[in-house]
Each structure stands twice: as C-alpha cells, then as structure tokens.
C-alpha cells in the first residue's frame, strides 16, 4: 500500500538552529499538508500546498517556516530558527481525492 | 465557526467488549467527516469515513454514527482487541470538500485502553 514517508523520525536541535524537516508524498497525490502535534495536544492545521504554490497557511505558519518541493518528488518543511514552542511532532500528509494519507511523523525537540 | 469536540478524553474498556467514542461538532453545513486512530508515535490512519447524507457506516469491526440533527457522531468498535488501544480522532475537512486547501479540522481526541 503507497505510503507518506517522513525522515528523520526524530530531531534534536538547538534554539535557534535551522532544520529540515522532509517527506516524500504518495506518487499520485496533489495535494500536500504539514500539521503539528504538540505532545498530548490534537493534530493542528500548519499549510497545505498544491500547484507548486501554499494554498492556505494557519497562524502558527508565521515567517519563520517554509515549505518546498524541489524535485517534484520531495516536500519539505523548513523552520529557519527553531524556538522551544516549535518542539512538536511533525506530520506531513498527501491527498487525492478523498484519500488522506499521513506519514508517521517527526518528533522535533528544540533544547 | 470551525470546531470539532470529542466529549471523553479517556475510555477505559474490557478486551471484547464493545466501545463508543463520541464526537460533536458545530458547523451544520459539515458534510463529510473522518475518524483516525493514532497508535503512539505514529500518525493518523484512516479509519472510516460518512457523508451527510448518511446515517449509518459500517466496516470490519467499526461502524459510524452520524446525527445530524444534534451534530454528532460516534465510532463505535466491536468485539475490542488489545491492538485497538489508541487515540480516536474525529475530522472534518474545512472547507468541505471540493476546495484547494481541505485542511482536516481534529477534535481533541479519545484514549481509548482496552484492558486484556
């Protein structure tokens, strides 16, 4: 069965630090979603992407984050300067159609 | 607004005995809803779905409940196994389907531990 796969599956960074946080849809998917879990907390919303271009971005999207898909094969997330409050788990997911799927995640932990 | 609300966070049940996880939500124009489970350190999987003009979904072992009229919808699992101890999230798209973004909307989940 396709899947959504994540890598790393976990990070640690320090604050401040860059990281890139990388997923590889489902082939023929075209739409593609990043969401935030914060521990014990529900899956929060962060941007979805669609055409080469983010189609909605949440408000916890701000200029620190950003998304690419540079190969038409990976999508990624980038957090430009971690802080603390980004310490999450970090869910990519694809869609076509109805079929949602959800990769297993990035733990991140800003120290 | 959006809002999607589980009413237990945790529901404790014995292995073969059935379980009913509830969920409410608020916009009435809702139309399509999800239910995933989350195993620890893994993401959502895909349970099972209903649109609005259903009442009743059924699959292997689970089957989905909807009310319109009062907004709600439970998840009900049969005969309940070890390996089905997780937390159950309802999700509705926002905007309904058919839009470029369809963000899922969660509810705030159920723990559900089924005790051997």
């Known amino acids: 069965e396709p899947e959504v796969t994540q890598t790393p599956s976990h990070q640690v960074t320090q604050m401040g630090q860059e990281v890139i946080l990388r997923c590889v849809p489902i082939?023929?998917?075209?739409?593609f979603y990043w969401y935030r879990q914060i521990l014990g907390q529900k899956v929060e919303f962060l941007v979805s992407?669609?055409?080469?271009?983010?189609?909605?971005k949440s408000e916890i999207f701000d200029d620190q984050f950003s998304v690419e898909r540079p190969d038409g094969s990976n999508f990624t997330l980038k957090i430009r300067s971690t802080k603390l409050e980004d310490s999450a788990m970090y869910f990519c997911?694809?869609?076509?159609?109805?079929?949602?799927?959800f990769g297993s995640g990035t733990r991140l932990t800003v120290v | 607004g959006e809002s999607v609300g589980l009413h237990l966070p945790t529901l404790s049940v014995q292995e073969g005995d059935n379980s009913i996880i509830n969920c409410a939500y608020s916009?009435?124009?809702?139309?399509?809803f999800i239910w995933y489970k989350q195993e620890s350190g893994k993401g959502p999987q895909f349970i099972i779905d209903i649109r609005s003009n259903m009442d009743k979904r059924q699959g292997q072992r689970v089957t989905v409940l909807l009310n319109k009229t009062v907004k709600h919808l439970s998840l009900q699992i049969a005969a309940t196994q070890p390996g089905d101890s997780a937390v159950y999230f309802c999700?509705?798209?926002?905007?309904?389907?058919?839009?470029?973004?369809?963000?899922?909307?969660f509810g705030t989940g159920t723990l559900l531990a089924v005790q051997p």
């Open positions: 999700a509705e798209p926002h905007p309904p389907w058919g839009g470029a973004t369809n963000k899922l909307i």
């Open positions: 992407f669609y055409n080469n271009e983010i189609s909605e």
């Open positions: 916009n009435s124009a809702s139309d399509y």
């Open positions: 997911a694809s869609r076509r159609g109805s079929d949602y799927t």
């Open positions: 082939s023929n998917h075209l739409y």
